[in-house]
């Protein structure tokens, strides 16, 4: 269970049942008032080395931007929701390429205002549209703190229309099982090789953990989705990938098998990220490789188109021999 050793808040948060309940869980973890939630300058000048001890706060406010981003993957909109930042500290997260080194978990207490946007636009619309809610944050892992994730799909179980979406690296479900739904929720499950998540996603959940957990929401119901993410290109990594698209065709139920669309998406890195690495983690395996990378604007990194070919070909053929029924929404 994550102990914040410092909250940083914006005094309006009282103003707000969540945030009253948040201020009572914590009462007794020092606090310091702040005037904005996004600019707290003592973390933002903090040394890249800091990295792992700024994760170690928690920083409650108010959400103030609720700008929807047209998406064309398994949802219609990315949607501001109730965290942004995280408190384990996967090596590329793009999270901390968008807010540097103030990736730490941030929380927003005004979910009723949010929640009302979502379901006002989702009946507005003459077609059936779904909302990613879980793009700024891991809201499985947000949710052992605020207990939100119940809370949001309750509330918009009884929409006439509208579906809510949001992937997790973590496996602490159990929350959400016996909620009522009605089908309006898809939980995607974002996987990598065993090997890898121990390296590089640090501080979420191990592969046997999370294929447990997506087993366990497709039998309470909800939609599923598994998403391979971020392939990295190791030095071995068609034999880890091969390893762990074996090990979901075994280990998923027949439930998930018969239902799970897939999305792969290969890494970005970014010259951010490996400067904060080096600082932060000495001694962690390097993600950049100046042989397999190209630029591609403001100090972002992508593979070289071939061997993203490469990289896609295969991926597409091996899931196409495992999982020969299910669709595969893109690789990107
Ligand atoms: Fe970023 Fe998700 Fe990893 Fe958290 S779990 S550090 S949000 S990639």
């Keep these: 269970m994550f102990k914040p050793k410092t909250i940083y808040f914006e005094k309006d948060i009282i103003n707000y049942e969540l945030g009253k309940e948040l201020m009572e869980k914590y009462k007794d973890i020092p606090k310091i008032e702040i005037a904005n939630h996004n600019n707290i300058e003592e973390l933002r000048k903090s040394e890249n080395k800091e990295f792992l001890n700024l994760k170690n706060n928690l920083i409650i406010g108010v959400r ?153 929401l497709k039998e309470a119901g909800y939609k599923v989705g598994i998403l391979i993410a971020p392939v990295i290109m190791v030095d071995n990594w068609k034999e880890l990938y091969l390893e762990l698209i074996k090990q979901l065709e075994r280990d998923l139920s027949e439930q998930v098998k018969k239902e799970a669309f897939f999305e792969v998406i290969f890494m970005t890195y970014s010259y951010v990220h490996t400067k904060i690495n080096e600082d932060a983690f000495p001694n962690a395996i390097n993600l950049y490789s100046k042989a397999q990378m190209t630029g591609r604007g403001r100090g972002k990194y992508m593979y070289k188109n071939e061997l993203r070919k490469d990289g896609e070909i295969f991926v597409r053929e091996q899931l196409g021999k495992y999982f020969p029924n299910n669709k595969i929404l893109y690789v990107v």
């Design 64 to 216: 103030k931007t609720h700008k929807f981003v047209e998406n064309h993957k398994v949802s219609d909109y990315l949607v501001p929701y109730t965290s942004s930042g995280c408190s384990a500290a996967c090596m590329y997260c793009y999270l901390v390429c968008n807010y540097n080194k103030c990736s730490y978990l941030r929380l927003f207490v005004n979910r009723e205002q949010m929640l009302e946007k979502i379901i006002k636009t989702a009946e507005k619309s003459d077609r059936e549209l779904t909302f990613e809610i879980g793009s700024n944050s891991d809201l499985i892992l947000e949710n052992t703190i605020t207990s939100n994730l119940p809370w949001t799909i309750e509330n918009f179980k009884n929409t006439s229309k509208g579906m809510l979406t949001f992937p997790t690296k973590f496996d602490m479900v159990d929350d959400i099982l016996n909620v009522d739904h009605q089908g309006k929720v898809i939980t995607r499950m974002s996987v990598n090789p065993d090997e890898i998540i121990k390296q590089v996603e640090l501080g979420t959940s191990r592969l046997n953990g999370r294929i447990e957990a997506i087993n366990k």
